[in-house]
């Protein structure tokens, strides 16, 4: 029982450039998000996925695109990666029980983008 | 914006308990108090939460105060592998989860 994975853990890229970012989980969870933390700050919702199949834009999303591949993988794609886009993303599965959600989070991937 | 008050750092002894406040006094009442934890630059990590009743586990004790306005997360006896980034959260079904700043706990020999 991994929880939850991330590839890769590091990313250097240029401007311009694209890249998608992985996660996957198995604790067969229906929700799934992705994250950014900008260095000394909290989390910053990106997008979100409430079942498999749908998505939904967070507090950040523009610049961003995510598919929801199955119930297990969710990933983040950047088309066109700039130098705001450097940060760490995590991504999260998580546990509904009732009117509750607990998150488990992914080591997250630090993206510097040059 | 977060919904939640917290400072923006504290320090406690190691061995002793770490009582970390948050002020959430526009909580609504089918909102949950949620407490996650950041470690260096690790994926959060939850720790603890509430509805009403106050809540205990083999991390730490959840207390919230009758009107629900404010809440403690207690670290019982704290080590120094507690030295984190300490979130408190108020949510409803996901609508609202949003991470504020938080208190950096640091824990000292």
């Known amino acids: 029982n991994a929880g939850v994975t991330q590839t890769p853990k590091f990313q250097v890229l240029k401007t311009g450039q694209s890249m998608t970012l992985q996660c996957a989980q198995d604790?067969?969870?229906?929700?799934m998000y992705w994250y950014r933390q900008d260095p000394g700050m909290g989390l910053r919702l990106i997008y979100y996925?409430?079942?498999?199949?749908?998505?939904d834009k967070g507090e950040v999303p523009n610049g961003y695109n995510v598919s929801r591949l199955n119930k297990r993988e969710f990933s983040l794609r950047l088309e066109s990666a700039a130098p705001s886009q450097t940060s760490v993303y995590f991504c999260?599965?998580?546990?509904?029980?009732?009117?509750?959600?607990?998150?488990?989070f992914g080591p997250g991937t630090r993206l510097t983008v040059l | 914006d977060a919904k939640t008050t917290q400072p923006p750092s504290m320090d406690c002894a190691e061995g002793r308990a770490a009582n970390l406040p948050c002020n959430h006094s526009?909580?609504?009442?089918?909102?949950?108090v949620y407490w996650y934890r950041q470690i260096h630059s690790q994926g959060p990590q939850y720790i603890i939460h509430?509805?009403?009743n106050n809540e205990t586990n083999e991390m730490a004790s959840l207390i919230i105060t009758e009107d629900r306005k404010s809440s403690t997360l207690i670290l019982p006896h704290a080590t120094l592998r507690d030295t984190a980034v300490y979130y408190c959260?108020?949510?409803?079904?996901?609508?609202?989860?949003?991470f504020g700043p938080g208190t950096r706990l640091s824990v000292l020999p």
């Open positions: 604790m067969n969870h229906n929700s």
């Open positions: 526009t909580i609504s009442g089918n909102e949950y």
């Open positions: 509430g509805l009403k």
């Open positions: 959260i108020v949510d409803n079904y996901g609508q609202n989860f949003v």
């Open positions: 999260a599965s998580i546990e509904t029980k009732g009117a509750s959600d607990t998150q488990y």
């Open positions: 996925s409430a079942s498999e199949g749908t998505t």
